[in-house]
């Protein structure tokens, strides 16, 4: 017993210290590099320390071993621990500016609401505009998932809709810099920080369905204007303290799904966690079963009438775009 328990607790650390060296070393090769050209030597250091340290696990010099390779796993925790997200640097155009709101009476009026015209992923007419919203008028909340990289992986977009035929869409995305791109290695480890842009949906959709074309679904929810105007208001209050104090973007934790999330869970009494927040392509049947689409389809027809690629592209960015990629996408009922 005593000689299973100690090569129980031998293959424990081991796998603790291989562990913690696949951490280090991928946050000091993903961090270093920006800042120096030799910044991956630290990186391959760290890996033949951690490699260095389970090799002696089975040597007399154990424990000296653990003791160095401890002092230099806190000494980049405490680095890693200093790192803070920029609010300044040469900003891809689409992720230029941080939208932010104030509220007068039961007026929305939002400043930074991005309304590009996208003619490719590459080629658009960069436009910001300022726009007021009657909160007493927001009628819907519908839900857009862009399919980027098959059935398990989108993009998450919701969208809320006003008397007089507008539609205020949102989406959390990387900030990234002028020739960066998007990483899910990468953002595990502070490479991109957090923004959250408010749309015309011919610019935050049509860009997905026109300019890409991607494979975007769009699902109506049954969610009521008490719950869609709190909704939004979470909204407007997170993109404010994002504007005030900027958030690194994690591929894991902080992405377009688990931000929502969080501000759904402060005006709905529970909300299961879920293997599907995290492989988000299957969010809309995640969706279907809390009720939110309602229950005069099921989930499969949802998704097939919800199918707006098509119809975008044969229809253009005309500016009754948002009515027409709704046809034919059913209406919850009450």
Known sequence: MRTFLTAACTALLCLTILLATLWAVLALWYRLPLLSPHGWLPAAGFAALG?????????PRRLRALATFSLALATVLFWWSTLTPPSDRDWSPDVARQVSGTVDGNILTLDGVRNFAWDSPEDFTPAWESRSYDLTTLETVDLAMSYWAGPEMAHMILSFGFENGDYLAWSVEVRRAMGGGFSPIADLFKANTLAIIAADERDLIGTRTNARGEDVRLFRTNTSPDRGR???MQYV??????????????????????????????????????????ANGYLPEYAYEQGVFGTSHNIQDLRRLGAITDRAQAHGLLPDYSKAIRQGVPTPQP
């Open 51 to 59: 490699l260095g340290a389970l090799y002696a696990q089975f040597t």
């Open 230 to 232: 709190a909704l939004l």
């Open 237 to 278: 209050e997170a993109s404010n303290q994002l504007a005030a104090r900027p958030k690194w973007y994690n591929s894991l934790t902080t992405n377009c799904t688990t931000v929502v999330l969080q501000m759904i869970r402060t005006i709905v009494d529970e909300v299961p966690l879920d293997w599907r927040v995290l």
